[in-house]
């Protein structure tokens, strides 16, 4: 007897699923930081502001960085840096910068700035190209399966 394989979305969850625990995902019972930084760099130096306001991930420049919540953020412009002083909370990632689709599973990874979406004016960033297009293939599913597990993780002291 000849089995057929797997339909596409199982072999596409499979490969993402095992693209996460290769990109370093783990389960989020370890503490974590509350914002995913890079040697204190959160987004991996990309600018938060610009995600929205651009339409599309753009590097931020050193010159025009600010801190908050520990963690340094960083604009392609002062004008950038000085709407994100004036109201963070509308331009941060969701989950702390983490992969919004590993949170979804209660798993926490890296992410991509290229892989992203904004969604009710909140802005997600997702591990990679598998990761976030199976993330959008139930976004309000994932994002309430995000929202209610973010708060469960564990996370170390603020900086």
Known sequence: M?????????????????????AGAAVARSPIAPVNTEHGVAIKGYDPVGYFT???P???LAQFSTTYDGAV????????????VAAPGKFLPQYG???????????????EPDE???????????????AQKLWS?????NIAKGDQNWPRVPKLASR
């Open 2 to 22: 000849i089995k057929s394989p797997p339909p596409p979305i199982l072999q596409l969850l499979a490969i993402s699923l095992l693209s996460l625990v290769v």
């Open 54 to 56: 651009v339409g599309k």
């Open 58 to 60: 753009t590097p931020g």
């Open 73 to 84: 953020y960083r604009f392609a412009s002062a004008a950038n840096r000085d709407t994100f």
């Open 97 to 111: 910068g983490y992969c919004a689709y590993a949170i979804s599973w209660n798993l926490i990874a890296d992410i």
């Open 116 to 130: 992203w979406a904004i969604v009710n004016n909140k802005l997600y960033l997702n591990n990679g190209f598998f």
């Open 137 to 141: 293939l139930d976004k309000s599913g």
